[in-house]
C-alpha cells in the first residue's frame, strides 16, 4: 500500500504558478495511477489531473493548457505544475493513488494524501 504526502501549497495572486508535489512511500508511485482532485468550500472533491502506469496523462477542460501533471521515477514523486491561477483554482489540493489503470472517479483511488491548500487571491 502506497502512502501519499503532498507539499507546495500556498497563498498566490492571480496568474501566478505553483508547482504541487505528492510524494510516495511504501510502494512506488510509477505502479500505480496517480490522481490530483481538489475541493473547494461548499463543493465537492473533482478530479482534475491523472497519471497513469504508462505515464500517459489526462487532464479535464477546466485547467487544460494551464495545469501539467508529470512524474520524478527517481524521487518517487509527482507533481502538479499550475500556471495561469485563477481565483476559482482555490481549493484543497489532494493526490490519490488507484491500481485501476486509468482510473478517474474518486471511488478508484484507495489512498490519499493529507491535501495542501492552494489560494488564489489579490
Known amino acids: 500500500q502506497v502512502q501519499l504526502a503532498e507539499s507546495g501549497g500556498g497563498l498566490v495572486q492571480p496568474g501566478g504558478s505553483l508547482r504541487l508535489a505528492c510524494a510516495a512511500s511504501g510502494r512506488t508511485l510509477s505502479d500505480n495511477t496517480i490522481g490530483w482532485f481538489r475541493q473547494a468550500p461548499g463543493k465537492e472533491r473533482e478530479f482534475i489531473a491523472g497519471?497513469?502506469?504508462?505515464?500517459?496523462?489526462n487532464t479535464v477542460v477546466s485547467v487544460k493548457g494551464r495545469f501539467t501533471i508529470s512524474r520524478d521515477n527517481a524521487k518517487n514523486t509527482v507533481y502538479l505544475q499550475m500556471n495561469s491561477l485563477k481565483p476559482e483554482d482555490t481549493a484543497v489540493y489532494y493526490c490519490?493513488?488507484?491500481?485501476?489503470?486509468?482510473?478517474?472517479?474518486?471511488?478508484?483511488?484507495?489512498?490519499w494524501g493529507q491535501g495542501t491548500q492552494v489560494t488564489v487571491s489579490s
Open positions: 497519471i497513469s502506469r504508462s505515464g500517459s496523462t
Open positions: 490519490a493513488a488507484s491500481l485501476v489503470p486509468g482510473a478517474v472517479a474518486e471511488s478508484k483511488f484507495g489512498s
